[in-house]
Structure formats: C-alpha cells, structure tokens
C-alpha cells in the first residue's frame, strides 16, 4: 500500500518568511509525528498527534512553530518567520497507534537563505 | 551524557562477514527499541524493533537487546555492499510519552 507521503519535497524560502509543509499519513495509521533532520545529526522530535487526543507539542522549539492535524488525516507543519536555523529535512512518521512502531515519509528538505 | 549513544564509525566490514552496531540508552524506564537503516538523502526505514530482553531474529538481521545493561544490538550477517547505509538506534521512554530519541547513527561500509 502507499506510504507516508511529503510536500513539498524540496523549499527553498527567503530568511522572514513563512512555510508550510504537509504530511499524509498511512491509511489507518492514527498516530502521527513530526521529526527534524539538521545535516549530520540525529533525528530531532517536534510534535506528535494521536487520534483526537490534544498533540504533544513539547519537541517544538520556538513559538514560531505550529502543527495541526485534521482527524486522524492530513497534517501541516508551519514555520513562521523562517531562520537560517530552521534549514533541516523535516520527517513525518505515522504508525497504526501509539507505541506501535513508526514509518517514514521521503522528508521536506527544507532550505533558509 | 547523550540519552541515545552510537559509536559514528564509520564501520567497515567485508563482503560476506557479521557486522556488529551497538548502542546504549540512559533512561532505564525505555520500553521499546528501534533500528533504522537511512541510505544517504533518504529517509529513515525500519529494520528491526525489539520489545523484550533477548534475541529477535528477522532474516538476516538480529537485534539483541540487554535491558539490565542499557544495551540494543543490530547484527547484519552475511553484509551485502547493499547494507552499506547509516544505521540509527531509536528508543521510546516511558509509557505516555511516545516520541523516539534517536541515537546520531554509525555509518558502515560494506567493503567488496
């Protein structure tokens, strides 16, 4: 079957400016995660939805982030007034439930200037 | 301390021989235990998840795990220029908390 799928797969924004990026996770999959990449380092969490249940938004690191799900669907990441920091590949995982094991999607790289 | 360690490498390993990844963890309340293969500008792919003490065989790979010592393993035998990737430790803490703490991954090399 399909797996996690990302847009876009590649942003290139100007420093100030706000992204967004979007996750579709595997059907029937009711958890959901977000992840940051930075290059060469390890996996970084953000946030994490699980059905209706209120997200778990304690990996994001600055109010400048936000996520938002749909159901048990779709989901947005946004990044507003984009830093240079911000430049990373940001992975969305969904699994069939929590602490079931969790699957990947192709990332959006991400890149500031 | 690093919550998730792995040695980075790189590893190099022969054509045909056992390579052996390690990793250890610090939150001895960690529940269930993950290694994914990431091939360069790729995403992460599962291999292996391990839940309990002992082994867990899955083809040609084997993860270990020693939850006393804080301890995952990922033995690849018979490596294929194929397996040549970063392999990443990723471990869940706590129940209730359901994020993964990733280890920075160690880079093997399959050598022909």
């Known amino acids: 079957g399909a797996g996690v799928s990302q847009s876009p797969s590649n942003k290139v924004t100007e420093k100030g400016k706000d992204v967004e990026l979007r996750c579709d996770p595997i059907?029937?999959?009711?958890?959901l995660y977000w992840y940051r990449q930075r290059l060469g380092q390890g996996l970084e969490f953000l946030i994490y939805f699980q059905g209706n249940s209120a997200p778990d938004k304690s990996g994001l690191p600055s109010d400048r982030f936000s996520a938002e799900r749909t159901g048990e669907s779709v989901s947005t990441l946004t990044i507003q007034r984009t830093q240079q920091e911000d430049s990373a590949v940001y992975l969305c995982?969904?699994?069939?439930?929590?602490?079931?094991?969790?699957?990947f999607g192709p990332g959006t790289r991400l890149t500031v200037t | 301390q690093k919550e998730v360690e792995q040695n980075s490498g790189p590893l190099s390993v022969p054509e045909g021989a056992i390579a052996s990844l390690n990793c250890t963890y610090s939150d001895r309340g960690s529940q269930s235990f993950f290694w994914y293969r990431q091939y360069s500008g790729k995403s992460p792919e599962l291999i292996m998840f391990i839940y309990s003490n002992g082994d867990k065989e899955d083809g040609r790979f084997t993860a270990q795990l020693n939850k006393a010592s804080q301890y995952v393993s990922l033995l690849i035998r018979d490596s294929q220029p194929s397996d040549s990737a970063t392999y990443l430790c990723?471990?869940?803490?706590?129940?209730?908390?359901?994020?993964?703490?990733f280890g920075t991954g160690t880079r093997l090399t399959i050598i022909p």
């Open positions: 059907s029937g999959h009711t958890a």
């Open positions: 995982a969904s699994s069939p439930g929590p602490s079931y094991e969790q699957y």
């Open positions: 990723a471990v869940k803490s706590n129940f209730g908390n359901e994020k993964l703490t």
